[in-house]
């Protein structure tokens, strides 16, 4: 196996020390530099669509998601500036204008990570209209229910489902704003043959759009622990069948 | 295999030497709209069909041909002189408007050595004369169905010459000498991303693709290059095979051409045939295939990222790169993309020279470049001329002016990612620096020209609703952002909008070019910054002082 | 130096920022000797008076009653302040947007009413197409997101605000809980 080649680089000023197949996210966390994130989760493949991990780079004008750029040696990474945290507010506050995310009656309200996202990067109001789609709650499925008003695309229940679950119930249709997240081929989710009910899915969702049937307002806590102990454990075995 | 190519220019010579005229009928999809294709069966008919006892036989043929350019005045028919050297221009009369009543007319008149005055085209104006043709040198004179007369034209010829006499250095040596840059939008050097394939690991598969995902509102250019000489591009993508190491071609085509797929499709079968395409190509031990995928109309899969997921049957969206697909690409291996125009000037710099191709042009674009004239000028069609022409030549002189006797106000360029030109540059010349100097870009070759009617907030307005109906979806800047960004315009347009609107949508307009995804997104605000840049005072004009309702924006939203 | 004049007003909300208001207890002592409530749904005054320092709005701008209201607000105004989720993001009230005016009062006032099905034509003030927070109608100069806002956060920037500072309410309050 070839070893990735050692490298030195800094963000925000600190030296770090690195393998260079390991992104600018890996690297910031593993040094305590907090890079806001959304649709990334650790465990799941880098999807790079939420953008709230952009950083700049020393030398060009040019932002880059933390989540899928691998450092170069001497490369000078920054992850807050007034431009960042602009833009930071900017991809919430298109978020909360895109759905109807009504967290005062939300089941994820105070354990959402969009809203910890408002409040930690002081998105306090949305300048832009809200769009108002009328959108559909899928409560086909005996267990889970599924409320795209509350979807932001992240796709990270679509991901689960394929990588760690291998059943792939979950994938999108539609473009643009039109996008919805989708069971089998556009059934209800009650009705998706493929569907394990195994809820990894609704574990690793950030928002109230997956939920568990019967949580109240706020009661829905969720637990995406599971997954670099799985990803883990499956990487293990793939080395040693090698 | 020289001596085969050898035989069938032969036996095509003998073929058009046995009658006095060829009458060429164009078959490429704007004319056959225009029933191109039953003024081709009444020649046919007027030619083979029953005549009078003891009639001499005709002498004239009639074949159908590619785009002949003027695609305003289609149908168009071109009838050619036979002499002893190929035909040239001068020897050629063009007739526009042509119907099927015409047909007979034009025979008659030609078997008298007479033209047909009142539908005769004139050609010698700035528009046929000032063209240069690298790309279309085949368009209008070749059938397109028939690898015969590709091959008579000294096609194929360039690819024999590549696998029999030249290393696949030599091949890449020459492209990067010939200075082109690919002709999809980027201009990013074609031999620099020949090397670069060429360069991964030898043990690798690799692939090569040509983008036939024609999607800019306004452009036609390479549906018109697959229509009127599908072999061409056949040529190049075996030579780009031969050159970088790959062994297995895709052309990803959009299902909106099905014209453009058959002829790909019956081109391609006869290009196994005659052994230039598939195993042991030309004598030699080089192998290569082509396949064609059809795109489902996302104009998004035109993005070489999302073009690949879409090929390999995924949701066709972009991925971030790096790493590019020249290093990882279709099935995770090192893919080489270039666009269908790019694929098409290879055989010619092949055959004729690197240093050739680059005399063309200017010092840092070199060669021609295909444009669909569109817009409100007199004379809309297919366009090739060499890099650097100006735009007022481009606009005045061969797309001779606006019809309705407006002044031409501005020129867009590159599509939903380019911008407007306003008149007082038209003396920029058409190169890939300049144009991103007035904040357009080349792109791919649709030239939307537009006069004084036209608004420009409703210009942007129009661009913005194509980028909000084309985002994948993926990243949130563009998904969310154009549908804000199209809802600004609307207001701005319908004169509800304030000062405050203006400048949260300039604002908008840089957060959504700097941290989108893909191209799409960050090239989507173009229109309007390039807009606002030459046109601001249509913006300031339709400002209000107070807001109409603040409520009425989010019903319209 | 005379005192500070404050203001409160209730627009399309629950009453429950008002209540959080409440909730501040013996605060509310220390905030009447450094201001008097001139006009608010807790004290008499009819008409909003001609110049108020600081003025917290609960609620989404719903019915043209609202829309008047707080233009005339924001007119007579030195701070104005959206107070709770309803003001800032429409919330709650915000959940009819989806669909049409015409439709919400025929499942309100026909479908769901027991008795007397009419739809109501007089008092009750016409809705707007759209319920919309107050910053997408007039200036807002401080917003206090939260459904309610703490009693906490209220006292915070209300102290703020009488000290003549703007609050800084980073880490102190969010949407929802």
Not at chain 1, 44 to 56: A, F, M, T
Not at chain 2, 135 to 163: F, Q
Not at chain 2, 407 to 416: D, M, N, R, S
Request: overall charge negative.
């Amino acid at each position: 196996m070839k070893r990735a080649r050692v490298i030195t680089f800094k963000i925000d000023g600190q030296d770090i020390g690195a393998h260079e197949d390991e992104t600018i996210l890996e690297l910031a966390r593993q040094n305590g530099i907090y890079i806001p994130t959304l649709c990334f989760l650790e465990g799941l493949s880098q999807y790079g669509g939420c953008r709230l991990c952009v950083v700049e780079v020393k030398g060009t004008d040019r932002l880059f998601p933390a989540c899928t750029t691998y450092p170069i040696e001497g490369m000078e990474v920054f992850t807050d500036s007034d431009r960042l945290h602009g833009y930071r507010q900017d991809i919430l506050q298109f978020l909360f204008s895109e759905r109807n995310h009504v967290c005062s009656v939300c089941v994820s309200n105070g354990n959402c990570e969009l809203q910890g996202l408002a409040f930690s990067t002081g998105m306090d109001h949305v300048e832009v209209p809200y769009l108002n789609p009328q959108l559909d709650v899928d409560a086909s499925h005996p267990l889970f229910g599924l409320d795209h008003n509350r979807c932001v695309m992240c796709t990270r229940c679509v991901r689960v489902c394929d990588e760690i679950e291998g059943a792939h119930t979950w994938d999108v249709v539609g473009r643009g704003a039109d996008a919805r997240i989708v069971a089998d081929l556009n059934q209800p989710w009650g009705e998706a043959a493929s569907c394990t009910s195994c809820g990894k899915c609704v574990q690793v969702c950030p928002t109230g759009a997956l939920f568990r049937k019967g949580a109240s307002v706020a009661e829905m806590r969720k637990q995406a622990t599971f997954l670099p102990y799985l990803s883990q454990m499956r990487a293990g075995w793939q080395n040693e069948e090698k | 295999m020289i001596d085969r190519f050898e035989k069938i220019k032969r036996k095509e010579r003998e073929a058009a030497a046995g009658v006095d005229y060829t009458i060429g009928v164009c078959v490429a999809a704007s004319c056959l709209s225009l029933q191109g294709d039953k003024v081709l069966d009444a020649f046919q008919e007027g030619i083979e069909g029953p005549k009078e006892e003891g009639s001499p036989p005709s002498r004239c043929r009639a074949k159908g041909v590619g785009c002949l350019g003027l695609c305003s005045r289609g149908p168009l028919v071109s009838v050619t002189k036979q002499q002893d050297q190929p035909a040239d221009d001068q020897s050629r009369v063009l007739y526009q408007d042509v119907t099927v009543d015409d047909a007979p007319r034009i025979l008659e008149a030609h078997e008298a050595d007479k033209t047909v005055p009142d539908i005769l085209c004139p050609t010698d104006t700035p528009f046929f004369e000032r063209q240069i043709k690298i790309v279309l040198e085949n368009s209008g004179k070749i059938d397109p169905t028939r690898i015969e007369e590709y091959i008579a034209a000294d096609g194929y010829h360039a690819l024999l010459e590549a696998v029999t006499e030249m290393t696949p250095n030599q091949v890449i040596d020459e492209i990067v000498r010939s200075g082109l840059r690919g002709r999809g939008g980027g201009g990013y050097p074609t031999g620099l991303k020949w090397t670069t394939v060429a360069k991964a690991q030898e043990e690798k598969v690799k692939y090569v693709i040509c983008n036939a995902d024609e999607g800019d509102p306004g452009a036609f250019m390479d549906r018109s290059v697959l229509e009127s000489d599908p072999h061409r591009i056949i040529e190049g993508m075996t030579i780009a095979g031969y050159a970088v190491g790959a062994s297995r071609g895709y052309i990803y085509v959009r299902g909106e051409y099905p014209l453009a797929i058959g002829r790909l499709k019956k081109a391609i079968n006869q290009a196994r045939r005659q052994n230039v395409l598939g195993n042991g190509i030309c004598g030699t031990t080089f192998n290569f295939q082509i396949e064609i995928r059809l795109g489902a109309g996302a104009f998004v899969c035109g993005e070489e990222t999302a073009l690949i997921a879409s090929i390999e049957g995924k949701r066709g969206q972009p991925r971030p790169r790096p790493p590019y697909p020249a290093e990882l690409g279709l099935w995770h291996e090192p893919t080489l993309i270039n666009n269908v125009e790019t694929f098409a000037n290879i055989a010619p710099i092949i055959r004729n020279g690197g240093d050739w191709f680059a005399s063309y042009g200017t010092a840092t674009s070199n060669g021609t470049k295909v444009f669909a004239l569109a817009g409100s000028v007199a004379k809309n069609g297919l366009i090739e001329v060499p890099m650097g022409i100006t735009l007022h030549e481009i606009v005045e002189e061969l797309g001779g002016g606006t019809a309705n006797g407006h002044q031409i106000k501005a020129v867009q360029t590159g599509g939903p990612s380019g911008g407007c030109i306003p008149a007082s540059y038209f003396e920029t010349p058409v190169d890939y620096e300049s144009l991103k100097k007035l904040g357009s870009i080349m792109g791919s070759g649709g030239l939307i020209t537009m006069d004084e009617t036209s608004n420009m907030v409703d210009v942007a307005r129009y661009f913005m609703e194509f980028c909000m109906a084309e985002s994948c979806g993926k990243c949130v800047p563009c998904r969310v952002g154009t549908v804000h960004l199209h809802n600004l315009l609307d207001k701005i347009y319908n004169g509800k909008a304030t000062h405050k609107d203006l400048a949260l949508l300039e604002r908008l307009c840089s957060f959504v070019s700097e941290t989108s995804l893909c191209g799409l997104g960050q090239a989507a605000p173009n229109p309007i910054r390039s807009t606002l840049r030459f046109f601001r005072e249509e913006y300031l004009d339709l400002l209000v002082d107070e807001p109409v309702h603040a409520i009425s924006e989010e019903v319209a939203a | 130096m005379s005192k500070a004049k404050i203001a409160t007003v209730w627009l399309d909300g629950c009453s429950g920022c008002h209540m959080s208001l409440l909730d501040m207890d013996e605060r509310l002592i220390e905030i009447a000797q450094a201001a008097d409530l001139v006009y608010s749904p807790l004290v008499d005054p009819k008409d909003f008076p001609d110049q108020v320092d600081v003025t917290l709005v609960e609620g989404a701008v719903s019915s043209e009653d609202d829309l008047e209201k707080i233009k005339k607000v924001r007119a007579h105004t030195g701070v104005l302040v959206s107070l709770g989720d309803c003001a800032v993001t429409a919330n709650v009230p915000g959940m009819r947007n989806p669909f049409k005016v015409d439709s919400i009062m025929d499942r309100a006032y026909l479908e769901n009413a027991d008795t007397n099905q009419q739809i109501p034509l007089e008092v009750i003030p016409p809705l707007l197409p759209m319920s919309v927070p107050i910053h997408h109608v007039v200036d807002v100069d401080v917003v206090v997101p939260g459904c309610p806002p703490s009693a906490d956060t209220i006292y915070y920037v209300m102290t703020e605000l009488l000290a003549g500072r703007t609050p800084d309410l980073s880490g102190k309050t969010r949407f929802g809980i």
